[in-house]
């Protein structure tokens, strides 16, 4: 039997290089497996990482999104493409931290990056992309979690009918091409601007999800969520707010769901039960706040 390529080994055969390379892993990666590369004098970023249908990441969708992103000057550019692999421009910058996106002027700078691929991808997509609503992410690994026998199988339930009186909540929502995994290392900063990297989950969906993503993942307090969904949609409302707080519930669950599953499944070098438990926790708290309102 043949044995399968390493992932460093599959970042240094593809036929884009000029000469012989020497990739170096670059840490951070919980789906793929990444690497620098100089070649020619230059320095390039690979993801080396095959379809995960358990979570629905499919690579053409991710390079379709990372070809747009980048020709809308949002994202590192695409040098090339193979099955399994993507090979961008290397970004000399450093990956933000929560504490960043916990500073106003740096909040305001990831939002206008944010406001700009919703309202800017769209014009530079190319054939087929996916869709991405939470809830039926939420539902499908909900099932998952019985048929993959994972520890929380016995609280599928409670995840379907939160999933149900979330959605309902939401109520209508326009749709926009959105990023759907703004953790705040998703954002390089060079020194001079912001990039908005890995676009592995990106799709059709609500801007909303977007938002309460941003704050959920990074700590945002209320007066940022007000000042966030003020600036995005020019107004705040009752009505507004709690769509958007039943989206951010929904965006806590989807991380903590989708941790879950990666439990199971991912053979990478990461804390997921620990990730599981932390999230599933923070979930808890924000949706019994919900129903309280």
């Known amino acids: 039997m043949v044995r399968p390529a390493e992932p460093r080994e599959v970042a240094a055969s593809l036929n884009c290089w000029q000469g012989t390379v020497d990739p170096q892993p670059v840490g951070g990666g919980i789906t793929n497996a990444n690497f620098r590369v100089e070649d020619a004098g230059s320095s390039f970023f690979v993801r080396i990482g095959k379809d995960i249908l358990h979570h629905g990441v499919m690579r053409f969708n991710e390079a379709a999104a990372s070809r747009a992103a980048a020709a809308a000057g ?11 692999a993507l090979v961008l421009r290397f970004i000399d910058g450093k990956p933000l931290e929560a504490s960043d996106l916990r500073r106003q002027a740096t909040l305001a700078r990831a939002l206008e990056l944010v406001r700009r691929a919703h309202l800017e991808l769209p014009g530079h997509l190319r054939g087929p992309t996916l869709a991405f609503w939470v809830f039926h992410v939420v539902r499908d690994y909900a099932h998952r979690l019985g048929t993959d026998d994972s520890r929380l199988a016995g609280e599928a339930p409670r995840f379907f009918a939160a999933a149900d009186t979330l959605e309902r909540a939401v109520g209508p929502s326009e749709t926009v091409f959105g990023h ?19 676009w592995e989950y990106a799709g059709w969906g609500s801007p909303l999800f977007d938002l309460g993503g941003l704050a959920s993942n990074n700590g945002l307090d209320s007066a940022q969520e007000d000042w966030l969904i003020e600036s995005y949609f020019g107004h705040i409302d009752p009505a ?18 989708w941790s879950a599953i990666s439990e199971i499944h991912s053979t990478l070098d990461f804390d997921y039960p620990g990730y599981t438990t932390e999230t599933l926790a923070r979930f808890d708290v924000a949706f019994a706040a919900f129903l309280r309102t």
């Open 180 to 198: 759907n995994d703004l953790l705040a290392a998703n954002f390089l900063d060079d020194g001079k601007r912001l990039w908005l990297i890995d």
């Open 74 to 84: 949002l994202a590192p550019e695409v040098v090339h493409e193979a099955p399994g």
């Open 240 to 257: 507004l707010r709690r769509s958007y707080e039943a989206m951010k519930c929904a965006s806590l669950l989807r991380e903590a769901l």
